[in-house]
């Protein structure tokens, strides 16, 4: 059996500190898609980690965690992870597997990244840079390097073939950087990846589902950034969605039980695109310096602005979202008056549905207010001592999405949860 913790708006909904506090309830947690451009933020005790691809399970000494054939695997930020790791007393070489069939992302992924971007201009999508939309590339392309061709003498001239053929690419972009210091530590990262456990991750997961064991799926970025269903092309290159866990992993989709979407009480984004809620006002500086609204990967400022249920509605449609986990709901504390978005105006006409080309038309959204609740919530451990005016916000958002809020997080920390 296998349930999924998602991201169900444009990223950093809170999906770290979510799958490490339900993680002891499951055997194994798994990354599907994705990668070092995820950045999730979970406290150990006091101690704030943000992991890019390690999947958020990792401090749970019982659960096995996995790095699933649908991720797209840096070898140097994951053994600069592990070292993180390692230092709270975690054996990475013990509860950590990687699929062989993940794709490694090589030096020049990254470099084409930012001659890509570069190119772009005024148009790029805001990447994180890490190599993310060419690494992919070379997957569809049919090209890639695998975690499982490590194993294979010939790894040092498919590499050389790749390199190759992107030195090609980067010549035509004009980029000149010297990146032969990034491939010292590729290769010493390739050294440290060997000593990990590489698996056949489809048949490890399937024995242990046969065997009754829970599997918790842990989605990175978020569903508007889906390379099928976002914003495109404002997007990242892989499913972020319920249905890339069963390509990502290898499990049928009869296997999927629980579909747990998180959302902010508000929303933000981080990078270039549409957001039809942004708030490019005071009240969006002040979500911004309230929740602390700063990218974990990259440290950009997030775009902030009110909950917007056009897109919440939709990607609760497409990923089957069975509950709904509320975030960040204190950050909301202080406001009087809250905004909650119903409907878009598109020149003139009004829609409840995400248009097909939302990253193109101008977009007015049409509010319906809410009283804020004006009061601290941060120490509330019973739902029964909610804020009323919390209460009704989010029977509103239930009763327009169509899926229940199940959890509201009220704080970073891993006991800040209150089940409704
Ligand atoms: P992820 O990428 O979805 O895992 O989210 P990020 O880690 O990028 O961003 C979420 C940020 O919000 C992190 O700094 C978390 O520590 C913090 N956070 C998560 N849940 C809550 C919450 O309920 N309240 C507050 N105040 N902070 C939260
Ligand atoms: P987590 O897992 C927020 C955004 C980038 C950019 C677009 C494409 O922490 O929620 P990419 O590097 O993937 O080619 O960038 O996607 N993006 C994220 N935004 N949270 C993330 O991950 C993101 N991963 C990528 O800012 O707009
Ligand atoms: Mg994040």
Known sequence: MVDVILGLQWGDEGKGKIVDFFAPGYDIVARFQGGPNAGHTLYVGDKKVVLHQIPSGIFHQHTTNIIGGGVVLDPVTLKRECDVVASFGIDVKKNLFISERTNIIVPTHRALDKASEMQKGENKIGSTLKGIGPAYMDKTGRNAIRVGDLLDKNFNSQYKELRNKHQILLNNFNFAEDISAWEDEFFEAIEFLRTLNVVNSEYFINKQITAGKKVLAEGAQGSMLDIDFGTFPYVTSSNTISAGVCTGLGVSPKQINEVLGVTKAYCTRVGSGPFPTELENEQ????????????ATTGRPRRCGWIDLVALRYTCMINGVTKIIMTKADILDSFKELNVCTAYNIEGKETDEVPFAISKVK????????????????????????????????????????APVKYVSNGPGRDQIIQL
């Open 363 to 402: 977009i007015d959204p049409i509010w319906e207010a809410y009283k804020g609740w004006d009061c601290d919530t941060t120490g509330i451990k019973d739902p029964t001592n909610l804020p009323v005016e919390m209460s009704k916000y989010i029977d509103f958002i239930n009763g327009y999405v169509g």
């Open 284 to 295: 969006g500086e002040e979500l911004r310096r309230l929740g602390s609204e700063f990218g």
